[in-house]
T-cell receptor, first 117, second 113 residues
Framework: GAVVSQHPSWVICKSGTSVKIECRSLDFQATTMFWYRQFPKQSLMLMATSNEGSKATYEQGVEKDKFLINHASLTLSTLTVTSAHPEDSSFYIC?????????????FGPGTRLTVL | AQSVTQPDIHITVSEGASLELRCNYSYGATPYLFWYVQSPGQGLQLLLKYFSGDTLVQGIKGFEAEFKRSQSSFNLRKPSVHWSDAAEYFCAVGGTDTDKLIFGTGTRLQVFP
C-alpha cells in the first residue's frame, strides 16, 4: 500500500517552454501532497504544500507563478514549470499523505528528472 | 530553529560489517522522526519511523533506529550490511505542530565486497 507514482520519470525540454509533472497516489486518497526539489548530491528542499481543492502553500523563495501547482482531486497533483530555463533543471519529487491512516507519514514518488536545454 | 544534522556525508563499510548512521535533530515540539533511503535516480523509500512508545524502532530491510531524547538523536543501525544497501540515507523530522518534514543533508553509504 501507499504507492505514489510520478509521470514522466524524465523530461527534456527547450528553454522557454512549459512542462507538467503529475503526481498520483495509486492506492489511497491524499488530501495533502508535497513537492520537493533536489539538486545533485543534495537534500530535498520543500517547494510547496498542496491541499486538495485549495491553493498551494509555497515556501519562501519559491515563485508561485513559475511553479504552478494544482491539486484537483484526491489522487492527483500536478506541478507545471512555466517558461522553463536551464536553472530549473533538477530532480522533482512529490510525496503524499493519507488523511485516514498513517496521517503523519509522507510517501514519496520516484521523482522526475527535468533537463532544460 | 528546527533542523536535522547528519554529520557523516559519506560512509564506506565492508559487506557484512555493522553500520550506524548518525542523526541529530533540533525540534521545539514533540518530534516525529523518519529514516528514508534513496537509490540513485529514485525517489525515497521509508525505512522506519518513530512517533511515540518504544524508543527502539524496527524497520524494513533489517534496519533499526533508536530514539534518544536526551541526546536529540535518532541513529540508524544495521548489524550486517549487504551490497544492496549502498544508497543515500536521509533522516527527517516532523511533528504534531506541522505537516512538513525537515530533511538532513543525507549520508551516502558505499559498501565494498
Amino acid at each position: 500500500g501507499a504507492v505514489v507514482s510520478q509521470h514522466p520519470s524524465w523530461v527534456i525540454c527547450k528553454s522557454g517552454t512549459s512542462v507538467k509533472i503529475e503526481c498520483r497516489s495509486l492506492d489511497f486518497q491524499a488530501t495533502t501532497m508535497f513537492w520537493y526539489r533536489q539538486f545533485p548530491k543534495q537534500s530535498l528542499m520543500l517547494m510547496a504544500t498542496s491541499n486538495e481543492g485549495s491553493k498551494a502553500t509555497y515556501e519562501q523563495g519559491v515563485e508561485k507563478d513559475k511553479f504552478l501547482i494544482n491539486h484537483a482531486s484526491l489522487t492527483l497533483s500536478t506541478l507545471t514549470v512555466t517558461s522553463a530555463h536551464p536553472e530549473d533543471s533538477s530532480f522533482y519529487i512529490c510525496s503524499a499523505r493519507s488523511p485516514i491512516q498513517d496521517t503523519d507519514t509522507q510517501y514519496f514518488g520516484p521523482g522526475t528528472r527535468l533537463t532544460v536545454l | 530553529a528546527q533542523s536535522v544534522t547528519q554529520p557523516d556525508i559519506h560512509i564506506t563499510v565492508s559487506e557484512g560489517a555493522s553500520l550506524e548512521l548518525r542523526c541529530n535533530y533540533s525540534y521545539g515540539a514533540t518530534p516525529y522522526l523518519f529514516w528514508y533511503v534513496q537509490s540513485p535516480g529514485q525517489g525515497l523509500q521509508l525505512l522506519l519511523k518513530y512517533f511515540s512508545g518504544d524508543t527502539l524502532v524496527q524497520g524494513i530491510k533489517g534496519f533499526e533506529a533508536e530514539f534518544k531524547r536526551s541526546q536529540s538523536s535518532f541513529n540508524l543501525r544495521k548489524p550486517s550490511v549487504h551490497w544492496s544497501d549502498a544508497a543515500e540515507y536521509f533522516c527527517a523530522v516532523g511533528g504534531t505542530d506541522t505537516d512538513k518534514l525537515i530533511f538532513g543533508t543525507g549520508t551516502r553509504l558505499q559498501v565494498f565486497p
